[in-house]
């Protein structure tokens, strides 16, 4: 990547791989990583067997906020644990909206731009870069405007992921007639009721014949700039929660270089100040950050594969 924030993730991914091997005797990285073809069949399996290992996951460790959040959390970790590092973090509009590299040497990874992207749209992008992890295809794009055959792929996948076709259909079904003849109504709330950001809510609709093309290109012309709304939105209703910058840090690095650095640590391979550099994460924040991160991980760790 040729960004600064590409860059950085860079810099993530080599230092999570150098950690890694340096605890190879500590900590052994059994990560099979995702694998399979983009197709209905292996988004399904994928997803079924997110489900399960999130299960157990939330048995021993809840976290709060909606559903989009959690579900972003749960994913992030579930694909950290078999083999790529991720980011969510800022970087300008003009730039992408999300990006997946493999340098072959380093770590994979998968970056999010949160800047201009509501948590659904997030979700929508991640899983997006998700697919291009599985494909082992790198890419740097808007996964709502699909410009070639892998992007499209890409898309399809994450939709099935997020809203799966049975699914989704009765969720649609359920609404009634009214909100269904009411085109901006029907979008709105199967959006609200599913993972689906609008924009991914009103192709999922079009995709499955639930909603004509032509009422379908006339919702997008008249709500282009979509995003925009849906995140102020988002920004104005957000509740203030103080004291949370060690974990938004890992928010923005990922929880696996994290987790790896406070292992190095303990173990005397690096100190703090190899941390401040490589992680951007401040001597004073690092002891929270630590222990949120191992906390985390060491839930979910041993069911990983």
């Known amino acids: 990547m040729v960004t600064i924030r590409g860059a950085r993730q860079e810099q993530h991914a080599k230092f999570t791989k150098l950690l890694l091997t340096e605890l190879q ?34 048995e021993k460790e809840e976290i709060g906020g909606a559903e989009e959040t959690q579900f972003l959390h749960w994913l992030r970790i579930f694909t950290e644990l078999q083999g790529a590092i991720t980011a969510v973090h800022d970087a300008p509009e003009t730039d992408y909206w999300g990006f997946f590299t493999d340098a072959g040497v380093d770590m994979p990874s998968i970056f999010i731009n949160r800047s201009i992207q509501s948590k659904k749209s997030q979700l929508f992008t991640f899983c997006h870069e998700m ?34 076709e049975a699914e989704f259909a009765e969720l649609v079904a359920g609404l009634g007639r009214t909100i269904r003849a009411d085109v901006d109504l029907l979008i709105d709330i199967a959006s609200r009721d599913s993972l689906l950001s609008k ?83 401040s001597r004073k924040l690092q002891s929270k950050a630590f222990a949120l991160a191992r906390r985390r991980i060491e839930a979910v760790i041993d069911d990983a594969s």
Do not use: M
């Open 131 to 164: 697919a291009h992890y599985i494909e082992d295809a790198e890419g740097v794009s808007n996964p709502y405007f699909a410009e070639n055959a892998i992007e499209r792929r890409c898309n399809r996948f994450s939709a099935e992921f997020l809203a799966p």
């Open 25 to 58: 005797d500590n900590f052994v990285p059994a990560f099979p990583r995702l694998e399979g073809t983009l197709d209905q069949e292996f988004a399904l399996a994928l997803r079924e067997r997110f489900n399960e290992w999130r299960r157990k996951a939330e």
């Open 199 to 281: 924009q991914a809510t009103a192709t999922r609709l079009l995709e499955l014949n639930l909603l004509q093309k032509s009422d379908y290109s006339n919702w997008f012309a008249k709500n282009r700039q979509w995003y925009r709304k849906d995140k102020r939105d988002e920004v104005d209703n957000a509740p203030i929660i103080p004291n949370i910058h060690h974990a938004k840090s890992i928010g923005e690095i990922g929880y696996l270089p994290v987790y790896l650095a406070d292992l190095a640590v303990s173990r005397k391979i690096i100190d703090a100040f190899d941390v401040e550099v490589a992680l951007g994460i």
